[in-house]
Every structure is written in structure tokens, then in C-alpha cells.
Nanobody
Framework: QVQLVESGGGLVQPGGSLRLSCAAS????????MGWYRQAPGKQRERVAA??????NYAASVKGRFTISRDNAKNTVYLQMNSLKPEDTAVYYC???????????????????WGQGTQVTVSS
């Protein structure tokens, strides 16, 4: 099994910054794409940013303000959020595409995992 644990959410004023972290642990052989999604009340979950190798992509609404990065040695992905707006308020979820390790130590099946979510509130 694999667990994703997020941290770094909170309350921030408009124009402020927050940094989210998501650490993966468990039977991990490799992690492919990692990403951040968010869901605001009454809205569908949307992808905010994703990173695969050195390739990154962003939702149009956050481009230029958010930066996704990862530390492969720590199996951790980050989301640096700058110039935050009230419309960024949502629960943010980490997602990872993980190839698990089997008992022989080799690669096993690949599954999609989600974190529990962390609340980000942008308000004055």
C-alpha cells in the first residue's frame, strides 16, 4: 500500500503565499506523474498542476502564480502558490501515479493514489 500525506494548507490574505507539500510512503518502486487538484464547494474537482519527469503543466487559472516541483529522493511533491486570490479557496488534493514494489523487489502494478486533502482559504 501507498499513502500520500499533504501539509501546508491554511488561511492567507489575498496576495499572499502558501507552500503545499505531499509526501508518498509505502511500497513504492517508482512514482510517475504527480499532481495537485482542487475542489471548491459546489464545484467539480479540477487539476491545478502536474509534473512528470521534468515536464510540468498548469491550469490556465494558476499559470504564472503557482509552481509545482518534486524531490524524487523524498518522494515528495510541492506546490508553491503565490499571489493567491479568493477564487483559489478550495480543498487541495495530491495525486500520484505509483508503481508498487513486489516482494521480489521488482516493479509491480501501477495505481493512482490520492491524499486526504488540505484546506486553503484565501480571505481578508
Amino acid at each position: 500500500q501507498v499513502q500520500l500525506v499533504e501539509s501546508g494548507g491554511g488561511l492567507v490574505q489575498p496576495g499572499g503565499s502558501l507552500r503545499l507539500s505531499c509526501a508518498a510512503s509505502g511500497s513504492i518502486f517508482s512514482i510517475n506523474t504527480m499532481g495537485w487538484y482542487r475542489q471548491a464547494p459546489g464545484k467539480q474537482r479540477e487539476r491545478v498542476a502536474a509534473i512528470s519527469g521534468s515536464d510540468t503543466n498548469y491550469a490556465a487559472s494558476v499559470k504564472g502564480r503557482f509552481t509545482i516541483s518534486r524531490d524524487n529522493a523524498k518522494n515528495t511533491v510541492y506546490l508553491q502558490m503565490n499571489s493567491l486570490k479568493p477564487e483559489d479557496t478550495a480543498v487541495y488534493y495530491c495525486n500520484a501515479d505509483v508503481t508498487q514494489t513486489v516482494v521480489t523487489g521488482g516493479p509491480g502494478p501501477t495505481y493512482d493514489y490520492w491524499g486526504q486533502g488540505t484546506q486553503v482559504t484565501v480571505s481578508s
